[in-house]
């Protein structure tokens, strides 16, 4: 009993107790000191208690993860033991908690524990040698000495793992937060043994061991599990504590730190981080009354922390803060420690509902009942154990009813609460925190104003507990009111909000008490948990968005009030906690944005007084973005910051002195910042709020607009809003006053505070944020001091002397408010200069003014960098012309250079390009340009050639001269001697120098190729010769670009404009030379400066003579676009000639240099289409170009060219002379003849081109008619190689020409003596010595001329080509070519060796004479009047006499027969041309002799297409069939293969010989359809009728009307057999075999009408009758007849001329018959009975001819009387269908034949059924009846069925 008596209990759970007889039932199990005892959760009265003595194990259930069984005696003092079975959902907590009492059982021998000697490793890295003891609840640490450190409980060890590189180390992973701790054993898997035994049979636990080996290194990174990370470790403010604990005798010191979700304590010596609690984890704080520095954090574990600060207040503040921000409303600040005991269930979790009704009850009923079992002061300590903070877990249900007695029960606890009169300040605040749990729910809420009296008695309870003066009672009441202010429970609403503010609020002198409070404690320095409170309930009252539920009366009322506090306001800014430096930011912010002006102006002087203007900016500037709360301090800064400066001169100025001004500009930029941070202001929207409020209560309401607040921590714990409910006021907010707002742009200016910037304007980065840090940090700390020793005085901070010197910047020149260096750097426009006019001036200023040069080229280039941007604000630069004098005079290369650059700017401006003209600009600018001749390093294209490098010269050229001071003259020397001259002191800047193209003896210093050139120079440039010429062109361009050449409306401008008239006379022989540079910017930029020029300027026709043209096409680059531009425009507009040509190529200065067809392409296509060939590879019929060519041209050019480019090396001023190029020579060209536009050997090649579109065919063939006669009338050469080199003086050695370059030199000194501008009278011999030199230099020196064979051939297939394409074009017109083309057919036809004459013309002469003739019926009777036909008919008849089996179609002999016969073909449409035709029979005989030339397939195919055409005419019908036309085209009718066709294979005639076969075999079906007369428009031909239904039969013969040619093509190469048709391979092979003998016997003159007697074996035994054959058609009786009344017709007839003979039959039977007899009567029997049967097949599928039999029955009926039973029957069948007819049954009854009917009844008993149905059918006619009747068939019928057996007939 003495242990029970002293059992206090540790932890409480709710469990259910499995009783045997009682079954289940509720109970609380507390685990205690000495005991465990259960207690009834309704009475709360002990029902057991089990000591640990009388106590043997407690064990888990295997059964249920909630079951344990607890054994104990059955009597005090006896070993017997029993039983009892509970489940908890708590099993795991309960049994550890009971474990840990393990060595006090009965049984506590039986159980060993294991002991093991390890080592920790320490957070300091140090190694502890420890005692690892496994227990069956937890792993515990011990000393060495048995000092127990912690224990490491199983349930919440995660998992454990062995260390990698550790031997023996290994780490047990505890908690959610997966926390690790290190240790090393020599026993380790002994250990782990162990431990999952322990952990199995003590807990019920599987330790999970991970397979997955741990690195030391990975342990060092992430011990603290998941807050390992920077951001977790990270402090945003830390104070020195002493940590109090069982590891150490004496309070030991840290740092303690508060992070985003951690509470981190460091070790302060090395800032090693000791350990790291979430702030989630925390319970409570307790604030120990006693001592004035100690406070203890409780975890939801059940473990404590205790340290001492002095600064406790501050710190539990932050706390706070933290712990809120991170979503824990839980947690509370109070005066004792935690009765864990007196909780049912763990801190983690809610308490159960029965629970919290419990707590309520007994509240209530210790308040109104003395005998209670608690009293009130017992009751509220256990309810505030069981209830968290942040209120009841279970306020309200959804069960209506249950809602109300829950709604009692609060009011019931809040009155027995409230009505409790509080002696101690404990009371008091365990008190107030049971009313704050209650008043967080909604119906406490509520209760303020609606429960009766709760108002008034709280309100003196509260000004009761002030009177205490004790910072627990003061923050507990204050704490309690802040949360009637701003409701804590989900669902709240607006309504509810108003009226408790309303109360709160409505008083005056409590207000008054409050703020007096809070300016007591700051000046003191003390109660920061009693201001962070105060500070919480102004914010409800006076911060947006929560204001704008107070009323407004009340709010101005509070504002000024706390306006009134001045500078105590500001001390709250600097105090340690950040959560009142947010409190108070966020009052400072409504304060000035909601009082009056004078408030406003006066807290911004404060701001500046007590430096809260300067921390704040450092907040706003330097806070890391990466906790919330940081986030939200910095946001609220830089908000403060904008409101303190907003019109604020004062802060303004000191900006100014703090920031560079490139970085203030952006405060008054308008640009939008798109990437903005999460807003961390905006909490919650009151106006949505009342919106849905008035939606659901249809009221109206008063809203204002509302704007971003602070997010206070009630919002980021993350209650929702209420529904609104029914109310009858309506919700009016107040509308909230702006009278400072910040206008200036604060958010651009932060995201570009955090940018590096390196601009004219700005030069900001790592170094100078850093340096403005330090300078703040200084100051700060500076000021601070300053307060420090001040002591009672209020100390102000001097502000107007404070500024910011970057040291990192003191470097950089800075001219105004620019750095120069950084302006000549940044790209147009990144930098935005201000006042640029004055700024332009400065820098003028200081370029006259300094003499260092390098310092002047920065000057000019920054000059030149601003002027090109605001030349429109600078205006015209009035010292141009000083400008252009100073760079003539300049020796420094930089300095020229960027005076050029200078130059450039200044040409935006078109005043400032007048002064340049004026000054004599441009030729300076000439003069510099040329230089570009020196530059030799540049890169090359690949075109350039030996002949352009200048590695190609052989000898230094000698141009310079110079003279001395007895005026002597020496010369020419090179470049080279002259830089030796130089050194050696020869020559100086003074001397004279002379070379060609300098208009005099000119000093050496203003000779520009020599000033720059020689050592007389200076300084390093900044652009090569080449770059230099590309800018100073450039300006060139920009300068004419000024000055047009038109007026708008088209005028042309005289005289021309200045500066293109000083370009286009003196300079512009040097601009034209600078295309040798062959530098492609140089070339693209003058080909462009020349177009300009040249536009309607006089000279342009004398252009070429400054050899542009040359120089521009040995260009090898390609960008020839601005080229192409430049020859389009010029070229046709030289005057090199005195008559004009309306050839366009002739009349083009590029006719020498260029084919004909490239003229034509950049004439008629433009540059764009020219520029694509020039670069390209073409061979078409339009374009022959490629690289080769260009390259010939090249090289040519250069030949032509000589010296002149090695001579520009040495004098850039040089001038070309210049002398006509000769026609160059293009190897691709030579057997090509070019015709309008087109290229006639490519545009003949229709393998390559097959269908070349050409555009003009009428004007094609009008030039190819000119071609073809110019060709003919061609005449050789006047003169020959001997003759030109005499012209020239030159001779022959070895009977070889001299080389190119001799040629050249002769001919350019005789055209200098000779050209007609220097010698007047040498025109004549000048003339002279251009043939010869063009003669020499041509590759055609030896051709002897005259026409060209390969010319006309190509002119006439041109013609061809276009007859054949564009054959509806040319019809209109006749040909007017025929006395040329039949000259041409003569003169080839009478020509001895045309058939081994490779360039014969007679095939393109006779294919063009098809064409032709087939285009146009005017030109076939053309020809014919011209005697063509006669012309074509003998050269036929030449060919066809060569042609033979050896012949090949492209053999000469074939082309021209097949050509020729296509043109008789297409004249036979002509009667006059087929009266010729057939007066020249031999045509005829040609005809049909080459038709058997089967191997030539389109010789073949135009003999046949002619006679399908000759067949019109019956005489050249009879003449055809009299030479034999039947057997040479009936074979081609067997070559035929129609599975070509039906394959669906898709071929061509061109290349399958079998789809040309099939084409020839169908034309010849045509071609004898025609002949015989078959089709309508030709003459019948009965013979060669005859003879086609002899050959083919009469069936094809019939098919031959309208033929469909692949079907009877089909029929006659398949086999097939059917009525009409039987084919096969043994008819066809005999067929063939006749054919080929008459071909072989057709000279002999045989008349083809013999072949109608003409039969096939296979016919010989068949019967046919109407083209049918009978026995096939027997087997076919389905088979469609062409006329089946025909033959019906037919049988019967054959029936009847057989009768005679089958009735001699039938008497021969009955005697001998001769043997001689006997076969021809079988064969007319077995005819006979076919006949019969064809008869009874064909009424039977053809059911209208049964009437056909009329007139017949008699012999139908006889046929019954024939002793042949199968004719019988047959007879038989034909009567019964002919009897369905009626008019057979009448013709039948006039015949009298019903006799035979009746005999054969009895006769022939199988023939009964069938003569049943005829008589059935019959004895509808009265007639027969009665024949009948007299001739016994009523007898016989009567006998029939007494006898017969069958039912049928019965």
Known sequence: MAEQDKNRDIVSYYCTKHHTFRGKYKRVISIGTHAISTYNPGSSEQTNIWPYTDIFSIQPSPKSNNEFRIFVRKKPGKPAQEGMLFSCEHRLELLTHALKHYPKFVDKNKVEFSRYRAVKIHWSEHRVEVYLIITPCSIDQYTLSGKKLCSYDYKDIVSVAKVQDYPGGFVIITGNTGRMHLFGTDKLDDLFKNIEKAANAGMGLVINTQKKVIAQADFASGRLGNYSDDQSLTSFTEFNVYKRSIRHTQPV????????????????????????????????????????????????????????????????????????????????????????????????????????????????????????????????????????????????????????????????????????????????????????????????????????????????????????????????????????????????????????????????????????????????????????????????????????????????????????????????FVHPSLSINKGAGLLMKAIIEEGTPEIALKMQDLALAEGALLRHLRTALVTPANDSRQVTMRQLSRHLVGLWTSGHKTSLSLLRRIFPIGLLNFLESDDEVTDEEQDMINCRDNLKLVQTLAKSQKFSINVQYLENALMHWKTRVGLEKEKPRDDDKPVI?????????????????????????????????????????????????????????????????????????????????????????????????????????EFFNDIYHRFLLTTNSKMRCMCLQAMGIVYRRYHEDIGTFNDTRYLVHMLDKCTDKQERDRTLEFMHALLKNKKNCKLLIDAGGIKVLIDLVTLSHLHTSRATTPF???????????????????????????GPYSLREMAEFWEDGVISERTKCWAQGLDGWRPLRSIAQLKWN?????????????????????????????????????????????????????????????????????????????????????????????????????????????????????????????????????????APLLPSAMIYFLENHGPEKFSEIFLGEFDTPEAIWMS??????????????????????????????????????????????????????????????????????????????????????????????????????????DNKLPVDNIIRKAYFKLAHKYHPDKNPDGRDMFEAVNKAYEFLMSKNTEFQGGPSPIHINLILRTQSILFKRYGEVLQPYKYAGYPMLIKTIRTETEDTGLFSNPHAILPSACELCYHTIANSALNAEELRRDGGLEILASSLDKCSTVVSFESTPESLECRVATFIIRCFSESAAFEAAREKISEMKYVVENICRLMLRKHLPLLTDA??????????????????????????????????????????????????????????????????????????????????????????????????????????????????????????????????????????????????????????????????????????????????????SKFCQDLLNFLGDQAQYLHSYLSMSNGNMANEVKPDYELRMKHSYMALEGLKNCMQHNPSNEAMCCGYFK??????????????????????????????????????????????????????????????????NTTIIKEVLVKGALISLLHLFCTSTSPNIR
Request: charged letters at 25%; one cysteine or more.
């Open 253 to 572: 010191s840290r740092i303690f730190c508060l992070t985003e979700s951690c509470i981190v304590e460091r070790d302060p010596s090395t800032y090693n981080v000791c350990t790291a609690k979430p702030l989630t984890d925390i319970w409570s704080i307790v604030r120990h009354s006693e001592d004035p520095q100690l406070f203890t954090i409780e975890l939801l574990s059940g473990q404590t922390r205790s340290y001492t600060c002095t600064d406790r207040d501050s710190l539990l503040a932050s706390i706070i803060d933290g712990a809120r921000g991170n979503k824990n409303k839980d947690i509370c600040v109070q005066s004792s420690r935690t009765n864990l005991g007196a909780r049912i269930g763990p801190l983690f979790l809610p308490v159960e509902e029965e629970v919290e009704s419990t707590c309520l009850k007994l509240l209530a009923e210790a308040g109104t009942n003395r005998n209670s079992r608690q009293n009130l002061t017992e009751a509220t300590v256990f309810f505030n154990t069981n209830i968290s903070y942040s209120g009841l877990t279970h306020a309200v249900t959804e069960a209506g009813f249950f809602t109300e007695n829950k709604d009692k029960l609060i009011n019931n606890a809040l009155n027995s609460l409230v009505s409790h009169d509080c002696t101690t300040v404990k009371d008091t605040e365990n008190n107030f925190h049971a009313i704050r749990r209650l008043v967080a729910s909604k119906t406490g809420f509520s209760a303020f104003t609606q429960l009766s009296g709760f108002r008034e008695k709280l309100g003196i309870k509260v000004i009761k507990s002030l009177k205490f003066e004790d910072d627990s009672v003061s923050h507990a009441a204050i704490d309690l009111i802040a949360t009637l202010m701003q409701p804590m429970h989900d669902n709240y609403n607006l309504r509810q909000e108003q009226l408790n503010k309303f109360s709160l609020l409505s008083t005056k002198a409590f207000l008054e008490k409050l703020v007096d409070l809070l300016k007591c404690h700051v000046s003191k320095g003390t109660g920061a948990l009693v201001i962070n409170a105060l500070l919480d309930f102004f914010t409800y009252a006076l911060c947006v968005p929560y204001s704008e539920t107070t009323d407004s009366a009340h709010f101005d009322n509070l504002l000024e009030m706390l306006a009134g506090l001045g500078r105590c306001l500001f001390k709250l």
């Open 733 to 837: 907010l107040r509308r909230r006053r702006e009278q400072i707002t910040i206008t200036l742009n604060w958010k651009l200016f932060y995201v570009r505070f955090y940018r590096d910037h390196a601009t004219a304007a700005l030069i900001w980065n790592y170094k100078t944020r850093e340096e403005l840090k330090e300078h703040l940090d200084a100051e700060l700390r500076a000021f601070n001091v300053d307060k420090e020793l001040g002591g009672k005085f209020e100390i102000s901070w001097n502000h107007s002397e404070f500024e910011v010197h970057y040291d990192s910047l003191l470097d950089e020149v800075k001219i105004g408010d620019y750095y120069l260096r950084l302006l000549l750097e940044e790209d147009d426009h990144v930098s935005r200069i201000h006042k640029p006019y």
């Open 944 to 970: 350039q050639s030996m002949f352009l490098e200048d590695g190609g010269m052989v000898h230094e050229e000698r141009e310079w001269y110079y003279g001395n001071k007895e005026k002597e003259r020496f």
């Open 1014 to 1150: 020689l050592p007389c120079s200076s300084g390093n440039p900044l652009f090569n010769e080449s770059e230099m010429a590309v800018l100073i062109l450039n300006m060139l361009i920009d300068i004419c670009a000024y000055y047009p050449n038109r007026e708008d409306d088209g005028g042309i401008i005289r005289p021309i404009p200045r500066p293109k008239r000083i370009l286009s006379e003196s300079c512009l022989p040097h601009l034209v030379q600078l295309l040798l540079t062959f530098d492609p910017l140089i070339v693209e930029k003058v080909a462009i400066l020349l177009d300009n020029i040249m536009a309607d300027n006089p000279t342009l026709p004398r252009l070429y003579q400054s050899g542009v043209f040359y120089f521009i096409l040995m260009y090898t680059g390609s960008n020839v676009r601005p080229i192409a531009t430049f020859l389009k425009n010029t070229h046709l507009r030289q005057a090199f000639r005195q008559n004009d040509s309306p050839d366009v190529a002739a009349n083009s200065i590029l």
């Open 1188 to 1293: 080769e060519m260009r390259r010939t041209m090249i090289q040519k050019i250069a030949l032509h060219l000589g010296d002149f480019k090695p001579r520009l090396m040495c004098n850039t001023r040089a001038l070309y002379q210049y002398m006509p190029i000769p026609q160059i020579c293009y190897e691709p060209l030579e057997r090509e003849l070019f015709c309008s536009i087109y290229y006639l050997r490519n545009l003949c090649n229709e393998d390559k081109f097959p269908e070349w579109v050409i555009d003009n065919p009428v004007k094609l063939l009008k030039d190819c008619l000119e071609a073809w006669k110019k060709e003919v009338e061609k005449k050789g050469s006047d003169i020959n190689a001997g003759d030109a080199l005499e012209t020239l003086g030159l001779t022959m050695e």
């Open 1503 to 1684: 003999c046949i297409d002619a006679v399908y055409n000759l067949s019109i005419d019956y005489l050249l019908q009879t003449q055809l069939l009299q030479c034999g036309v039947l057997w040479s085209l009936l074979p081609h009718l067997f070559t035929y293969d129609y599975t070509l066709e039906e394959g669906g294979v898709e071929v061509s005639e061109d290349t399958n010989q079998q789809a040309m076969s099939n084409k020839v075999a169908k034309q010849a079906i045509y071609s004898l359809a025609r002949l015989g007369g078959f089709m309508s428009d030709t003459p019948e031909n009965p013979a060669v009728r005859s003879v086609v239904s002899a050959l083919l039969t009469p069936y094809i013969g019939n098919l031959m009307v309208d033929p469909d040619a692949r079907h009877i093509l089909k029929l006659l190469n398949s086999n097939i057999e059917n009525p009409y048709f039987i084919w096969d391979a043994s008819t066809r092979a005999e067929l063939l075999s006749y054919l080929d003998d008459q071909c072989t016997n057709r000279f002999l003159d045989q008349d083809a009408t013999l072949s109608q007697t003409f039969t096939f074996s296979a016919h010989e035994n068949e019967l046919v009758l109407g083209d049918i054959f009978v026995r096939v058609y027997n087997n076919q009786p389905s088979f469609p007849l062409r006329d089946a």
């Open 1755 to 1820: 012999l139908l009926f006889a046929l019954l009387k024939m002793n042949n039973e199968n004719i019988q029957l047959l007879a038989l069948e034909v009567l019964v269908i002919v009897t369905r007819n009626q008019e057979c049954v009448s013709s039948i009854a006039e015949a009298k034949v019903m006799g035979c009917m009746l005999v054969m009844i009895m006769l022939l008993p199988s023939s009964r059924s069938s003569v049943l149905q005829v008589l059935h059918a019959l004895v509808s």
